[in-house]
């Protein structure tokens, strides 16, 4: 089944504790991307990759990072996690975003991070 | 910059009745159009989209036309049912970036 994977679904971390997410993709997808989802604000973009090894900052990347070393993960990290931080975070993948072949994001399922 | 604005919810309707949610864009060049629907407790799930100037996109008796002179893209549903309820979500991408509106949360009863 074509998907993205996230892990863990549900997060609770204390202020400063390193954590990272998972996001895995199995669709061959070129572009991939980090948001977080917080109430009256909608989705907003943190990271985005064009590619493997290409990188680059959304609206909101301040404490935040991210690696693609593999066409297939995504992980986003968090180096000092800060209670501003809890909110609802998806990844998600595309084809492509380029040249008019806008197929649209297939989302994971979402984790829901809580830093006390 | 660019940005989508969609109307504020929440919406409740009865079942059987016509569903209007409203979304209005500003972007430079000519961006792809998206509704996206997040059902409880799940991610976001493609509804529909449109990529060029009077593209009608639909699915699932949803249907959305993209109107550059009104730089608009309604969601429409002719008959809603309890199964609708959920957030949608308007956006459009232009360039790499996506940009998302805030959602409307829609609420049918039977």
């Known amino acids: 089944e074509a998907q993205v994977t996230q892990n863990p679904r549900y997060l609770i971390t204390v202020t400063g504790k390193k954590l990272t997410v998972t996001c895995s993709q199995n669709m061959n997808h070129e572009y991939m991307s980090w948001y977080r989802q917080d109430p009256g604000l909608g989705l907003r973009q943190i990271y985005y990759?064009?590619?493997?090894?290409?990188?680059d900052k959304g609206d909101v990347p301040e404490g935040y990072k991210v690696s693609r070393k593999e066409k297939r993960n995504f992980p986003l990290i968090l180096e000092s996690p800060s209670p501003n931080q809890t909110s609802l975070y998806f990844c998600?993948?595309?084809?492509?975003?380029?040249?008019?072949?806008?197929?649209?994001?297939?989302f994971g399922s979402g984790t829901r991070l809580t830093v006390v | 910059g660019d940005s989508v604005t969609q109307m504020e919810g929440p919406v409740t309707l009865s079942e059987e009745a016509f569903l209007t949610i409203n979304c209005t864009y500003t972007?430079?060049?000519?961006?792809?159009l998206f509704w996206y629907v997040q059902y409880p407790g799940e991610g976001l799930q493609l509804l529909l989209k449109a990529t060029k100037a009077d593209d009608k996109g639909s699915n699932k008796g949803f249907e959305a036309t993209y109107r550059k002179e009104t730089t608009s893209f309604h969601l429409e549903k002719g008959s809603v049912q309890v199964s609708d309820s959920a957030v949608y979500f308007c956006?459009?991408?232009?360039?790499?970036?996506?940009?998302f509106g805030t959602g409307t949360s829609l609420t049918v009863i039977p």
């Open positions: 998600a993948s595309s084809p492509t975003v380029w040249g008019g072949k806008n197929y649209g994001y297939t």
């Open positions: 972007a430079t060049g000519y961006p792809s």
């Open positions: 956006a459009l991408n232009t360039g790499n970036q996506f940009y």
């Open positions: 990759s064009m590619n493997v090894e290409v990188t």
